[in-house]
C-alpha cells in the first residue's frame, strides 16, 4: 500500500495505537512484525513467502557462520542467494534480451523465451538490507541476533520496506532490542517529516509527471524547449517523490521511536559529484561504498585503482537502479561525473576561485543531463532527445507556470535552509504558516489517478 | 502481562539531523496548525455557498457535467426544498435525456398546474441504488416536503443492471453505492486492492465536506480534470483564475439526440427481469421511500413508464409480474403512487426514456390522476414553507 492513500492510513491508524498499547509489552515486536508483513503482502500475498525464505536463509548462514571454521562459505550461501533472487526476480528479462541479441548477433535463429515475471516491490532495498546484516556479522561489527522475530522485523519493517532507507543492521538492531521510549518530540518530528513528505509526493511530484510523462512518451514529437523542460521537470519529480517517501518513511518510525538515518540532504545544492552522492540517496552511496568500493581496495591503492573502483561501483549502481543498459549509462556518467570533479577539486583555482554558485549550476547541469538515461524508456528514445535537444528550437516547451513556481520555490527554500537566514524559514509563525499551507493545499490537489513511487520499480 | 518497566526501556537513541527540506513543529505549533486547518477544512464549505452565486432559473435541471458533483446537488437539493412545495427525485428519465430543460416531466407538470411547482431534482447516470446513497448522504435538506420519487423498472430488467451479476460492471455514481457492506459483487470483480481503495476514498469524502468541495471545484471549473491535468492544457494559466465563481449553466438542450427508438430496426428483447425479492435496486428503492418518509416526507411514487413495445411475449409476462409485485409492495405501505401506462411506441427514445410528447403525456396522465391531486393537496403536517407559492 501506498503511504499517500487511504487504505494506509487507515492501516497505520490502527498499527500506531496498538503498537503504543503493546510497547511496554513483549508482544511489541510481534505486532511490528505482523503489520509489516500485512503491508508487504497487501502488494501481493505471495511477496511474504519470498520474503520469508531471503531472511530465512539469511538468518540461518549467520547462525550457522557463528563460530564455524566454514564461515565465509556461508557467507557466500547468502550472497548468492541474494543475487539469485535479484537476478532472477529483476534481471532475468535483461539479461534474457541481451543473450537473444548477441545469439542474433552470432547468426542463429535460435531465442530464448522471454521470462513473465513479477517483480516483487521493494526487493532491491530489502535484499540489501538484508545483506548488510550478514556482512556486518561476517566482519565482526556486530553480535549475532538470536532472534529470528527481530531480524526479520529489522528486514521487513514497514517504514522502510518498499523504497529505504536502507537500514544497517548496526544502526537498527539495537533500537530493536528493548522497547523504545517515545518523547513527545519523536511524535512532533515524526509528524512533521511524514506530512512535509507527503506534501513533496502529493502536490510536487505528482504534479510534475503529468508534465514529465507526456513528454518522456513521445520525444519525437517534441522540441527542446520541452525536452529540457521534461528534464529538468524529472530532476524534480524524482527528488521529490523520493525525497518525500524517506521523509515519510522517517517520520513514520520517528513516532514510534526508531531513528532512520537521512537520506538526502539538498543534493541539487552539490558542488561535486562526490558532494551529490553524499547528499542523494544517501543509504544507497554509503551501501556500495562499504560493501563494494572498500572491499575493492576503496582510494588506498593509487589513483588509477580508485577511479577503477570508483566506476565499477557506480556501474553496478546503476545496475542496480533498473535493468537496462540506460542505468547503466547512466552510473557509468556519474563515475566519469566523479573522476572529473574529483580531479578538478584537486586543484586551488577550481577550489577557491571558482564561485560556489557556479560549481553547483555545473553539478546540477551535469546531473540533469544523466537523468535523460534514467527516465527514458529505451536507449533509442534516450539518444533521440538527446539528439532533439541539440538539434531543433527552443520553441515553446508549454511547461505550466504553476511548476515552474512550485520548483523555484522548493529550491528557494533548500537555499535558504542552508543560508544564513535560515532561521527565517524556523520562525513559529513561518512554520504553522507553511505547514497550514501544505495541508489545506494537499486537500486540493488529491487527483483521481494513482502515481506510484519511482523507486518502488526497484 | 508481564511489562517492561519504563526505566528499561530503551532511551531515545541519539537523534540523526532531522531532515533536508522538512519543516520541524514543535507540539504548540502543531497544535496551532490543526486548529488552522479544521478551522478552514470546517469554514469553507460551510462559506462557500455564500460566496458562490446560485441562482437556478425556472426549468432548472442539474448540469449534466456537475451529475457527479454531490456538493452541488446537496446545494440544488437545499434551494429546492426552501422554494419549491413538491421536488422530484429520479434517473435520468427525471432529468430529461433526450428534451430540453423546458420539456422534462416536472416542466410539463408546472406548464399544466402553475399552483403546483415541482422541482427537477433528477440526476443523470443515477438508478435506485444510486438514489438510495444520494439521499442518505446528501439529501439531509429534503425533509417536511412533498416527494415524487420516480422508479424505473428498467433497472431490474437483468442481474447485470441490478447489480447483483457476478462481472465487474461500469457503474456510474460508485461513490453513492454501498462500498463495503453489502458487498457488492461487481466490487468483489475488481479485486481487493482495488475495491478496498475505492470503498476508502468513498466513505472518506462522503463524510467529509472540505472533500467534496474539492471535487465540486474540479468538476465546476476545471472541467472535471485534476488540476494537474487542467494545468497542462493550460500552461500560462493560474488555476486560481479558474475558479470564476460561474457555474456552469443548466442544460437547457437534449445530452441525447430525441429519435423515437422505432427509427431503429424495432428489434424485440429479451429481459430477464430480477425478483423483486432478489433485487439489490428494488430493496435499495424501498429503503430510500423509508428515508425520506422518516425524514417527514411526504412521498409519492411514480412508476415507469416502460417500454413494453420493445419486449418480447416472455418477457412482457415477466414485466406485468414484476409490476404487480411493485404495486403490492406500495399499497400494502400505503404509499400513494401511479403506475404510468405505456406511451405510444414512437414516443419513446429508448426502453425508459420518454420524448417531449411522452413527458407530456405523461404529466397529463399524472394531473388527472386522483390519487396524485389528493397528495398533492393534502398538506397534512408539513411545515410551511418559505418559499411556497
Known amino acids: 500500500m501506498l503511504f499517500h492513500t487511504w487504505v494506509f492510513m487507515v492501516f497505520f491508524l490502527i498499527t500506531y495505537p496498538v503498537y503504543l498499547l503493546l510497547r511496554p509489552t513483549k508482544l511489541a515486536l510481534p505486532w511490528l512484525f505482523i503489520t509489516s508483513y500485512v503491508f508487504y503482502g497487501w502488494w501481493n500475498p505471495l511477496y511474504v513467502l519470498l520474503l520469508v525464505y531471503a531472511t530465512g536463509i539469511d538468518f540461518f548462514s549467520v547462525v550457522l557462520m557463528d563460530g564455524s571454521r566454514y564461515r565465509k562459505f556461508w557467507l557466500w550461501v547468502s550472497l548468492l542467494n541474494n543475487i539469485v533472487l535479484l537476478a532472477f526476480f529483476k534481471y532475468a528479462t535483461f539479461l534474457t534480451d541481451n543473450l537473444n541479441a548477441m545469439l542474433l548477433l552470432a547468426g542463429t535463429s535460435c531465442q530464448f523465451p522471454m521470462p513473465d515475471i513479477l517483480l516483487p516491490v521493494g526487493i532491491s532495498f530489502h535484499t540489501f538490507q538484508s545483506i548488510s546484516y550478514v556482512i556486518d556479522f561476517y566482519r565482526g561489527n556486530i553480535p549475532r541476533e538470536r532472534s529470528f522475530l527481530r531480524v526479520a522485523t529489522f528486514v521487513s519493517f514497514f517504514p522502510q520496506l518498499m523504497a529505504g532507507p536502507i537500514e544497517r543492521a548496526a544502526e537498527l538492531l539495537p533500537q530493536m532490542q528493548r522497547p523504545p521510549r517515545i518523547k513527545w518530540r519523536q511524535v512532533t518530528d515524526g509528524l512533521s517529516l511524514f506530512f512535509s513528505g507527503l506534501f513533496k509526493k502529493l502536490v510536487i511530484s505528482n504534479f510534475l509527471a503529468v508534465y514529465v510523462d507526456k513528454i518522456y512518451a513521445a520525444p519525437g514529437q517534441f522540441e527542446s524547449g520541452a525536452l529540457v523542460m521534461a528534464t529538468f521537470a524529472y530532476a524534480w519529480q524524482i527528488y521529490c517523490d523520493f525525497s518525500g517517501y524517506t521523509d515519510m518513511a522517517r517520520g513514520l518510525a520517528r513516532m514510534m521511536g526508531y531513528e532512520f538515518m537521512l537520506n538526502f540532504n539538498h543534493p541539487y545544492l552539490a558542488t561535486g559529484l562526490g558532494d551529490f552522492w553524499s547528499r542523494w540517496h544517501i543509504s544507497l552511496s554509503t551501501w556500495f561504498r562499504d560493501y563494494l568500493y572498500v572491499p575493492l581496495g576503496g582510494n588506498r591503492r593509487g589513483t588509477l585503482t580508485t577511479y577503477r573502483n570508483m566506476a565499477i561501483t557506480m556501474l553496478v549502481a546503476g545496475l542496480w537502479h533498473g535493468a537496462s543498459w540506460s542505468f547503466v549509462i547512466w552510473g557509468g556518467l556519474h563515475a566519469l561525473g566523479r573522476i572529473v570533479t574529483r580531479e578538478l577539486e584537486q586543484s586551488i583555482f577550481y577550489r577557491n576561485l571558482v564561485p560556489k554558485l557556479a560549481k553547483q549550476l555545473m553539478i546540477f547541469v551535469f546531473v540533469l543531463f544523466t537523468w535523460i538515461f534514467f527516465r527514458g524508456q529505451s536507449l533509442a528514445d534516450v539518444w533521440l532527445m538527446i539528439s532533439r535537444i541539440f538539434s531543433t528550437p527552443w520553441g515553446n516547451p508549454q511547461f505550466p507556470v504553476l511548476g515552474l513556481a512550485m520548483i523555484l520555490g522548493l529550491w528557494g527554500y533548500e537555499f535558504l535552509s542552508e543560508s544564513r537566514v535560515r532561521y527565517l524559514l524556523e520562525l513559529p509563525v513561518v512554520r504553522v504558516a507553511l505547514m497550514t499551507a501544505m495541508i489545506v493545499t494537499m486537500i486540493f490537489f488529491t487527483s483521481s489517478g494513482e502515481q506510484p513511487f519511482i523507486y518502488f520499480q526497484f | ?389
Open chain 2, 1 to 389: 502481562m508481564k511489562t517492561v518497566p519504563k526505566n528499561e526501556m530503551l532511551p531515545p537513541v541519539k537523534t540523526t539531523p532531522f531532515g533536508s527540506s522538512a519543516q520541524r513543529l514543535r507540539g504548540k505549533e502543531w497544535l496551532a496548525t490543526a486548529v488552522l486547518a479544521l478551522l478552514i477544512c470546517w469554514g469553507l464549505p460551510r462559506l462557500w455557498p455564500r460566496i458562490e452565486p446560485f441562482t437556478p432559473g425556472p426549468d432548472y435541471r442539474l448540469p449534466y457535467a456537475l451529475s457527479s458533483d454531490y456538493f452541488m446537488v446537496r446545494r440544488w437539493y437545499q434551494h429546492a426544498v426552501r422554494e419549491y412545495p413538491v421536488v422530484m427525485i429520479g434517473d435520468s428519465v427525471t432529468w430529461g435525456e433526450y428534451v430540453r430543460a423546458d420539456e422534462t416531466l416536472p416542466a410539463c407538470m408546472n406548464r399544466l398546474a402553475p399552483g403546483g411547482r415541482v422541482a427537477n431534482l433528477g440526476l443523470g447516470g443515477a438508478y435506485p441504488a444510486a438514489l438510495a446513497g444520494l439521499v442518505e448522504y446528501y439529501g439531509n435538506a429534503v425533509t417536511g416536503t412533498k416527494v415524487i420519487l420516480h422508479l424505473n423498472p428498467l433497472w431490474m430488467s437483468s442481474p447485470e443492471t441490478d447489480l447483483s451479476g457476478d462481472n465487474e460492471a461500469r457503474i456510474n455514481h460508485p461513490r453513492l453505492l454501498p462500498q463495503f457492506v453489502p458487498l457488492l459483487k461487481p466490487y468483489k470483480a475488481k479485486g481487493y486492492k482495488v475495491w478496498v481503495e475505492e470503498g476508502l476514498s468513498a466513505v472518506i469524502e462522503r463524510n467529509t465536506p472540505i472533500l467534496q468541495l474539492a471535487e465540486h471545484l474540479r468538476l465546476a471549473y476545471f472541467d472535471s480534470m485534476d488540476i494537474q491535468g487542467w494545468v497542462l492544457q493550460n500552461p500560462a494559466h493560474n488555476p486560481a483564475s479558474a475558479i470564476t465563481l460561474k457555474l456552469p449553466e443548466a442544460t437547457r438542450e437534449a445530452k441525447s439526440r430525441p429519435v423515437p427508438w422505432t427509427a431503429g430496426d424495432r428489434k424485440k428483447q429479451v429481459y430477464a427481469w430480477v425478483p423483486l425479492d432478489k433485487s439489490f435496486q428494488f430493496a435499495a428503492f424501498r429503503a430510500t421511500v423509508r428515508r425520506l418518509q422518516k425524514r417527514g416526507n411526504r412521498v409519492f411514487v411514480l412508476v415507469g413508464p416502460f417500454n413494453t413495445h420493445m419486449l418480447t411475449e416472455g418477457s412482457a409476462r415477466r414485466y406485468a409480474d414484476l409490476q404487480q409485485g411493485i404495486n403490492a409492495w406500495l399499497n400494502a405501505n400505503h404509499i400513494p403512487c401511479h403506475a404510468a401506462a405505456v406511451l405510444p411506441a414512437d414516443e419513446y427514445a429508448d426502453a425508459s426514456h420518454p420524448l417531449a410528447a411522452g413527458y407530456q403525456r405523461l404529466a397529463q396522465a399524472l394531473q388527472a390522476d386522483p390519487a396524485f391531486q389528493t397528495w398533492l393537496v393534502d398538506k397534512g403536517d408539513l411545515p410551511p414553507k418559505l418559499g411556497s407559492k
